[in-house]
């Protein structure tokens, strides 16, 4: 053989003449209590988003307070009552009446999710491809279902945890712990794996085919791939909580 | 070839390897699916609700495989032996 393959990086990419690109990349280091920490492409993207959802919640606002009943309602305002009222149904349909307060938790996971997964289509890397991000959420999750889960059941919450038998004591705890991180961890291992997949389809064809035909694929890994986790993650989330609080 | 040379050409197999849990939810998921669409089929009138299960049910039988998944990248692209 007259070669010798220096990588196994250099196999993967040896077709096209880009890189294929999905990591995670810094854009910016500061020194902050003497620990060095970077501005990533995480953060822009979580800027970017967050961004777009104040804009709009303004907007949003501004137009409800002006509407009235006469007027025929416009699109902002049909948008945001296509939101609540889909939200609403969903809280309703799992958790029934005592999940009202719950509302607005799920609406904000849900609408936050949604952009983070489809923002692939915009050309950010989504921010729910990175852990850290995702492993946030399922924290939050967490802490709400045993907030309230002490606030219903005070004790027995934990001794909930040694029913049946004392013995299933280990077992118990495992799968309370195991809730956020698989949460967390299908969230983000679909989406991660969708722009993995873009990554590799434009870094690894030529031209020509990267025009045109990835369509059908964003169509695929972030439109729909990028509703269904957001809705799974809210519906899981309240199928937890409910758990929890149910009579 | 040298060691780490072959412990990166092992890891890209392992990572092969790791994605051959893709089998089991794939097979959890059309199970579903064929299950849902049979339900519907019996009662076309709880549609929605039907449906909303089901991807309920397909996303948490996802996870399994979403593990194999995450190990494959981590051997792919953070190299934990190298």
Known sequence: MGYEIVNASQILLAAGEKEADFSIHNWAKFNLFGQTLYLTTTHISLIIVSLVIIVFALVARQKINKASAEDTPGVIQNICELIVSTVDNMVKGIMGENGKRFRNWIATVFVFALLCNISGLFGLRPPTADYGVTFSMGVITFCIIHYNGVKKNSYRHFTNLFKPIPLLFPINLIGEIAVPLSLSLRLFGNVLSGTVMMGLIYGLLSPPITTGIPAVLHVYFDIFSGCIQAYVFCMLTMVYVNDKIAD | MNGQDFISAMSAVGAGLAMIAGIGPGIGQGYAAGQAAAAVGRNPGAKSDITSTMLLGQAVAETT??????????????????
């Open chain 2, 65 to 82: 495989g979403l593990y194999g998944f995450a190990v494959a990248i981590i051997l792919m692209f953070l190299k934990p032996f190298n």
